[in-house]
């Protein structure tokens, strides 16, 4: 490791040397093509990394070299081999150097595996959870708080999945933490965090910040999610949506998927094999001129704002409707010629 390691560390590493070698030995044996260079580049940076954020607590460093070491053979190995991934951990270290020194092990895999889990939704989620996790760095969370920030910061990158664990973590959160994972103004009184998770809960289309606010937000929102598999979507044929007790489904022939969708995202959720009988869309869920009316709630096609500035709305009253469904939450319709499901989600339908 000689050149690598910087002199501050040299000493601290030396005492590890026997368990750092028993490691790699470990390791090379399962994986004998494994980047040694790489290795020691990502251990000595993740280690000079910590180092610095711990300047006030010098001794702290020692527990963490070998947890450090273990993560570095992952980063060298085929599932740590994603761009950035190196340098976003580099950075959780940085904002969260006591908490890490607390639980390395499991707060350093957590860590990762968050990183591999948002960067394979999208390629800019890892800077966006960073960015939201930042906000909390200032609060010195211990472990606990840490993952409960963690699954906030997911649910607001993209990964719709974690809404449930979000919203229990809103909860039992302080209200800085959440007025910084959730971009409430500081000008706002933040709401009893229980009965705010409680209406987020009942309204997974809302807009938290301007819910915290009591402000107005648009009537309803519009994504339009999946895409053609081929280019990284979900579908392998033009989907078609339907609704199974209380649940929005979408399937392209082959396999059906449950959808889990909010205001900040989509997941498509494994739900078996496509269903062999013809799925006629919901009587229900009509598409008007000028408006959308789904059991009886209309809305008007002027009061939906796209939540991406590139999928606006397309033409719903031209463009032919081959599936429709309504979940309590928001319609969901498909077309002959498109891979994506358009979701018109609808703010305080379930409240």
Do not use: K
């Not at 028993?22 to 790489?38: E, K, T, Y």
């Not at 599932?79 to 951990?89: F, I, N, Q, S």
């Not at 889990?117 to 989620?125: D, E, G, H, I, Q």
């Not at 929102?221 to 209380?246: E, K, L, M, N």
């Amino acid at each position: 490791m000689a050149g690598l390691i910087p002199p501050e560390l040299a000493a601290c590493v030396e005492r590890h040397r026997v368990a750092l070698n028993a490691a790699f030995a470990a390791h090379r044996a399962g994986h004998p093509r494994i980047d040694a260079d790489g290795v020691l580049r990502a251990f000595a940076s993740l280690a000079e990394t910590a180092r610095a954020a711990l300047a006030d607590r010098p001794d702290a460093i020692d527990a963490l070299i070998e947890p450090l070491f273990a993560i570095s053979l992952e980063l060298a190995g085929p599932r740590g081999r994603l761009p950035g991934l190196e340098a976003h951990l580099g950075r959780f270290i940085a904002l969260f150097p006591h908490a890490v020194s607390h639980e390395p092990d499991r707060l350093l895999r957590d860590a990762a595996n968050a990183y591999r889990t948002l960067f394979a939704r999208c390629v800019s989620a890892p800077e966006r959870w960073t960015a939201l996790m930042a906000g909390t760095s200032r609060l010195a969370p211990t472990p606990d708080e840490l993952r409960r920030y963690g699954a906030i910061a997911a649910w607001r990158a993209g990964l719709a999945e974690f809404r449930q664990a979000a919203v229990a973590s809103i909860g039992a959160s302080g209200s800085d933490a959440v007025r910084a994972l959730l971009g409430i103004s500081d000008n706002v009184a933040m709401p009893d965090p229980a009965a705010f998770a409680a209406a987020l809960a009942d309204n997974p289309w809302a807009d938290p910040a301007a819910l915290a606010a009591g402000s107005a937000q648009p009537r309803a929102c519009f994504a339009a999610i999946g895409g053609f598999s081929a280019f990284g979507g979900v579908f392998a044929a033009p989907p078609v949506v339907f609704a199974q007790d209380g649940i929005a489904l979408a399937h392209d022939g082959t396999r059906c998927f449950e959808i889990i969708a909010d205001r900040f995202g989509a997941h498509f959720a494994p739900a078996g094999a496509a269903p062999g009988d013809r799925i006629a869309p919901d009587p229900s869920v009509v598409v008007g001129p000028s408006a959308i009316v789904a059991h009886g709630i209309s809305i008007a096609l002027r009061d939906i704002a796209p939540i991406d500035a590139n999928h606006p709305l397309p033409d719903l009253p031209v463009v032919p409707v081959r599936g429709s469904a309504y979940d309590g939450h928001a319609v969901y319709l498909t077309t002959p010629l498109s891979y994506r499901v358009f979701v018109v989600g609808i703010a305080g339908a379930g409240a």
